[in-house]
């Protein structure tokens, strides 16, 4: 069955560290760009960081910039992104998504990524 499964998700204090990941079932990703997105409640789900495989070319919106990473496994079948010095606001829930081909992180769109994960709940609160 051909699915991604998302996990990593907790209740963490701001300034601190989650590293989630996104593990892909039935396919690899060697031709597939890879994309975190993540929705607060209210709000519309936005790009957060991608990934493309065979180009490693990377993607991270401005507000992510230099606090979250994203990578690969050698075995291309899990995708982790890295979040540290957590802020409030990074409150949400999110996602892993799939789009075939390279070229989908250059600006993220969510219309563009057709297979998705189930969500993992990120919580930053003292």
């Known amino acids: 069955q051909v699915q991604l499964v998302d996990s990593g998700g907790g209740l963490v204090q701001p300034g601190g560290s989650l590293r989630l990941s996104c593990a892909a079932s039935?396919?690899?990703?060697?031709?597939?760009?890879i994309a975190w997105f993540r929705q607060a409640p209210g709000k519309e789900r936005e790009a957060v960081s991608c990934l493309s495989v065979s180009d490693g070319r990377t993607y991270y919106a401005d507000s992510m910039k230099g606090r979250f990473t994203i990578s690969r496994d050698n075995a291309k079948t899990t995708v982790y992104l890295q979040m540290n010095s957590l802020k409030p606001e990074d409150t949400a829930v999110y996602y892993c998504?799939?789009?075939?081909?390279?070229?989908?992180?250059?600006?993220?769109?969510?219309?563009?990524?057709?297979?998705w994960g189930q969500g993992t709940q990120v919580t930053v609160s003292s």
């Open positions: 998504a799939t789009a075939y081909g390279s070229s989908w992180c250059i600006a993220p769109n969510r219309a563009d990524f057709h297979l």
């Open positions: 039935g396919f690899v990703l060697d031709y597939y760009s």
